[in-house]
């Protein structure tokens, strides 16, 4: 069973990178087929894509967050992270790493990060 942990910073201040890392268990970020995504859901709004690596390395962003979004990933830890720049209050969300495989569709707990001075 393929297990999502996010972590990461909970207040980032504004004009400041946003930085969440997705540890994965009981899978491989390198595995055929598998893609690796985040979502994140802003207070009273729905869920919203942000981009995705799969697992070959490529990867595909969100047309508008494609100029302040980057993932990566850490093969050595199963890890892959989010960043995020020039974060606004409205940046503010819980962010979710999420894993699909053919029909298997595997979430983190969400964590919530609030952008504030």
């Known amino acids: 069973q393929v297990q999502l942990q996010e972590s990461g910073p909970g207040l980032v201040k504004p004009s400041q990178t946003l930085s969440l890392t997705c540890t994965v268990s009981?899978?491989?970020?390198?595995?055929?087929?598998?893609?690796w995504s985040w979502v994140r859901q802003p207070p009273g709004k729905g869920l919203e894509w942000m981009g995705v690596?799969?697992?070959?390395?490529?990867?595909y962003y969100s047309p508008s967050l494609k100029s302040r979004t980057s993932i990566s990933r850490d093969t050595s830890k199963n890890q892959f992270s989010l960043q995020l720049s020039s974060v606004t209050p409205e940046d503010t969300a819980v962010y979710y790493c999420n894993g699909t495989y053919l029909d298997y569709d595997y979430w983190g707990q969400g964590t919530q990060v609030t952008v504030s001075s």
């Open positions: 009981g899978g491989s970020t390198t595995t055929s087929y598998y893609a």
């Open positions: 690596i799969a697992y070959d390395g490529n990867t």
